[in-house]
């Protein structure tokens, strides 16, 4: 059976509910049991407790899909498709034809203001994770429990990757942790230095508290491995003072220790049965019967489908929402946009038929492909179409740590050999039935292409470009950056988002971001 411990959330009572958001980072929990009374009904209780907290990136609340956590639309406002339209929408590969209240602002890269609803859901959801994170540490500081250190590494894990997301989108708040959980005075403001290095230490602090292997969709070494080499990886975008050279033994371990290898076939990472996929690190769960949510990959897969051009089961799916679509910034780099001859796997990931090449207009659903990437079929057996998706989003995957080493070894990052870098990029290439590359190939121009064609639409592009100085001005171009049709430059204020005005409203220690 898939995952089951991860969703027993749903069936354990729970000890810790917390309202929180942005206006009360010290909202005092509502105790239905202490945790010492519920481990005496269920001594299994802090897995459900601790599956109800990763399940935080996932779910828009505990009653299904309808229901929320935090006091905004259940169906807008998840974790991970906060994720999605922030660091996919708002780059150069995938646009969004709804329109609504603020989602063109992200489809085209401009007007951003700290009245977009969509900033507001990202940022209301770190600041839920964060002091249910708090709040739980706190309480495990009480008990006795066999597995005490790892438990706390893991709620550690969980908080730290909230505020990465924090200091990668907004790049400044307030930071909330046990030592000041409850305090009734407004939490000060820190800037992206200090959360860096906080964020840092607690990484460095938790690998030493994870086991090498955990359960399904639970954080282990190589998770925290993975997150903090990532941060190193983008020192240079978040405080001005770059750290590859620390990022490549990290990256080394994940590869060579973490006991994680390449799925044979790509298509199979990304269906409804890759729980079984030996290429994922950390996967964020979703269950079309158990955990339903209009985030996670459900808005990914239906977001991509549409009955006019589209036959729904095909994909596994019941629905389609008829609002995602590629542009060529993305399917172009396979073959120069011929997909059809390309040999390459990935290319025939995009859906063509009564699909025009060119996005002359992003809201008419025939102008881009729809990236039909994810899907909600299985890859190893037969299944039915649902409404909701039973397809993992994998946050981390080894092909993305493969990259990541062939772009500290071209910046030239102490430990890294170029002729490793090469096999690692061919590895994933082969993969895909595409061609080899020689090493003068491999340039970081070629690496930020190969990212795309391997890593879009999983959450990693905006912070790629910002990473390789092309997000902001005309260096690089991209259909509607700029609300222009072929692009235009925006300014370096868009490598952060505004801060949300509701978060302003609500703590006068708080300062908006510059440009907004």
């Known amino acids: ?3 089951l411990t991860s969703i027993l959330f749903l069936v354990v009572p729970l000890a810790l509910m917390i309202q929180g958001c942005t206006k009360d980072l010290d909202t005092e929990p509502e105790v239905e049991l202490t945790l010492d009374e519920l481990l005496e009904q269920d001594p299994d209780a802090v897995s459900g407790i601790l599956s109800r907290l990763y399940a935080s990136f996932a779910l828009s609340g505990p009653d299904g899909p309808g ?39 992200l489809t085209t890269t401009s007007d951003w203001d700290e009245n977009n609803k969509f900033f507001r859901y990202l940022y209301n959801r770190i600041y839920y994770t964060i002091p249910q994170s708090n709040n739980l540490l706190l309480v495990l500081s009480a008990v006795d429990l066999e597995n005490k250190g790892q438990i706390e590494g893991e709620v ?26 409850g305090t009734s005075d407004p939490l000060p403001e ?28 639970r954080a282990n070494k190589s998770v925290a491995q993975m997150l903090l080499a990532k941060l190193y990886m983008n020192a240079g975008v978040y405080t001005g003072t770059t750290m590859f050279d620390e990022a490549v033994p990290l990256v080394n371990q994940v590869i060579n220790e973490g006991g994680y290898s390449l799925d044979e076939d790509f298509v ?5 049965d890759n729980f079984m996929s030996n290429e994922i690190i950390f996967p964020l769960i979703a269950d079309a019967d158990i955990s339903q949510s209009y985030g996670n990959t459900t808005y990914i897969v239906n977001g991509n489908l549409g009955t006019e051009t589209m ?18 910034a993305w399917y172009g780099l396979f073959n120069d946009g011929d997909l059809e001859n390309s040999t390459d796997d990935r290319a025939a990931l995009f859906w063509t038929e009564g699909h025009n090449y060119e996005m002359t207009d992003y809201r008419a659903w025939t102008d881009g492909y729809p990236a039909v990437k994810f899907r909600n079929t299985f890859f190893f057996s037969d299944s039915n179409p649902t409404s909701f998706s039973s397809t993992d989003f994998p946050l981390f995957r080894l092909a993305d740590a493969y990259l990541m080493y062939a772009e500290l070894a071209v910046r030239g990052a102490s430990g890294t050999e170029m002729a490793t870098a090469l096999g690692y990029v061919n590895d994933v290439r082969n993969r895909s039935n595409a ?23 999983e959450g990693h592009r905006r912070s790629d470009l910002i990473r390789f100085g092309k997000f902001t001005g005309n260096s690089y171009l991209w259909p509607w950056k700029g609300n222009t049709l072929n692009g235009t430059s925006i300014p ?20 908006q971001n510059p440009g907004f």
């Open 1 to 3: 059976m898939k995952k």
């Open 67 to 105: 229901s929320s956590d935090i006091d905004d639309d259940a169906g807008e406002s998840p974790f991970l498709r906060g994720i999605v339209n922030l660091q996919d929408f708002t780059a150069d590969a995938m646009k969004n034809r709804w329109g609504d209240d603020g989602l063109d602002q």
């Open 156 to 181: 550690r894990f969980i908080r730290a990757l909230a505020y990465y997301y924090l200091i990668d989108c907004f790049g400044k708040g307030v930071l909330a942790t046990e030592e000041n959980y």
């Open 190 to 217: 820190v800037d992206r230095q200090e959360l860096f290095t906080y964020v840092e230490n607690e990484l460095l602090a938790v690998i030493e508290l994870l086991p090498e292997t955990n359960e399904y969709g």
């Open 268 to 272: 199979s990472i990304f269906s409804g």
């Open 311 to 328: 036959t729904l089961s095909d994909f596994g799916a019941e629905e389609g929402w008829s609002g995602h679509r590629a542009t060529k």
């Open 435 to 457: 061609s080899s590359i020689s090493q003068s190939a491999l340039t970081l121009d070629f690496i930020l292409d190969e990212r795309a064609r391997e890593l879009n639409l």
């Open 492 to 511: 370096d204020t868009y490598r952060l988002f505004p801060i949300p005005l509701t978060a302003l409203e609500a703590n006068e220690n708080l300062t």
